[in-house]
């Protein structure tokens, strides 16, 4: 029986259990090990960007809902606005204070240029709040479009050492002598997937909840300048 067969079934017979994952990434090569830390790296930023960005936007969309129900049943805005910091999470909020204030600094005797200058600073804000709420939303798009091939690169290094280690002279070709090295490369392909798939899900999810609050924005500013049009006058 040739000696490589032998090596393989001694290996098959092990009473030994399989190693562990900490002891099989503990035996990889530097390099895979790098890769593996910086895909885990990026998977830990990704979930804490998760975390906070849910709790921004859950914290905008309530406010939101609770500002523009006082405001549509408000008579007279200028209540509202005494009361509008207990509304800090709302965009709506923001865009409100700031229309107002530029409504009290307009000329009111100039209704077209009143208007224009809440206008612009409803707009302003708008940008403001859009920017601040989509703050680290990209981490989530650059994490889920380069960890795969991250950990594609851990792969084919894992793979390539194997195959190096398989042409060196007299190497057996046994599980044994490849194993470790396939393992480190499918290990790193996992977590280049693990990384990557809840970072597309949550940047698609929160970039459809930042459109939803930017139409809520829009909606407001229009209804707004409509009715401050009359006190412009």
Known sequence: ??????VYLAATRSTDGPPSMVEILMDADPIVQADLLLLVVMSIVCWAVIAAKWWRLRAAT???AKFTDAYYAARDVRALYEDVSSYAASPVAHLFRDGYDALKRANKGDIADATAQVERAMRRASQQQTDTLGRWITVLATTGSTAPFI????????ILQAFLKLGQPGAAATIQVVGPDIAH???AT?????????AVMAYNGFSAWLHRLETEMDIFSADFLNRIRPSAR
């Open 62 to 64: 309530a406010q939101t």
């Open 190 to 198: 996992a977590v280049g997937l693990v990384a990557a798939i809840p």
């Open 151 to 158: 950990g594609l690169f851990g792969t084919v290094w894992g």
């Open 1 to 6: 029986m040739p000696p490589s067969i032998d």
């Open 185 to 187: 490369a499918l290990v």
